[in-house]
């Protein structure tokens, strides 16, 4: 089952999702299509997220409010020297203006990467990216 507004924090901060794809859609903007697609082409339900609202806001906590001073601290470093601090930024104010952001877990098959791309794409997302290991790629 997709799940919406899920804790991705539940076993510890989860600082990006890695090995997913993620788009993103401004507020009114219909994405039911679109997750069927995703589940039509092989990406597993239960590991497709969709974070909508402040509540999906509070759950993400892009600036780890609520997990301490070490996540705190990692993340204050992050926003100094890592591209990423702006896409979490820009995550988070995407969500709190009623936008929603989905995540589309690929588990490092390149052939899902690719499916969720061009299905993201085909749905004129304002963003889509792919959270690797190391890198994170803009498409």
Request: net charge negative.
């Amino acid at each position: 089952m997709i799940t919406v507004n899920p804790d991705p924090h539940q076993a510890g901060y989860v600082y990006q999702p890695t090995n997913a794809v993620t788009a993103s859609f401004p507020r009114g903007q219909d994405h039911k299509g679109l997750l069927r697609e995703l589940s039509d082409a092989g990406l597993k339900d239960e590991r497709i997220n969709v974070f909508t609202g402040e509540q999906g806001a509070a759950q993400m906590d892009v600036k780890g409010e609520n997990h301490g001073a070490w996540v705190k601290f990692r993340l204050a470093l992050q926003h100094a020297f890592a591209d990423e601090a702006k896409v979490h930024q820009g995550t988070d104010e995407l969500l709190r203006s009623g936008g929603s952001l989905v995540v589309a877990f690929t588990d490092g098959d390149a052939a899902k990467k690719e499916r969720a791309i061009n299905i993201f794409r085909s749905h004129q997302s304002q963003e889509v990216l792919y959270w690797g290991e190391w890198a994170l790629e803009r498409f």
